[in-house]
């Protein structure tokens, strides 16, 4: 049997975040959560336990505008884990080819809502 994967998701008590971390939580991920509010993100950590049943996650708060916070937080997850993977590049490309793509779809719907001759 393997052992459940840990994973640190940022901004993990509002939107994709927190879905996020209900999905993973629900496959049996052990969760250490980011957020700025603490408040929000006890109530994240203590809903993702009751919701599915396993162990309260571990949260760590920091504002990521804040580059000391920034570097407490990476130190405060390797901490935990004995281990920090920075998947920053990853994640920050393929926002970016959402991003693209997402805005030459609008860019297209909108030529087509004014019948731009460019458009077929």
Excluded: C
């Excluded at 603490?38 to 990521?64: C, N, Q, Y």
């Amino acid at each position: 049997m393997t052992e459940a994967p840990t994973i640190f998701i940022t901004g993990a008590t509002d939107g994709l975040g927190r879905a996020l971390a209900g999905r993973l939580a629900a496959d049996g991920a052990t969760l250490i959560l980011h957020g700025r509010d603490a408040g929000k993100l006890e109530s994240t950590a203590a809903g993702i336990a009751a919701t599915h049943g396993v162990d309260h996650p571990r949260t760590v708060r920091a504002d990521m505008a804040d580059l000391t916070q920034v570097r407490k937080l990476a130190l405060d997850v390797q901490n935990a884990t004995g281990r920090f993977y920075d998947r920053t590049r990853e994640a920050r490309a393929a926002a970016q080819a959402y991003d693209a793509t997402a805005r030459a779809e609008l860019w297209r719907g909108s030529l087509e809502l004014t019948g731009h001759p460019d458009i077929g």
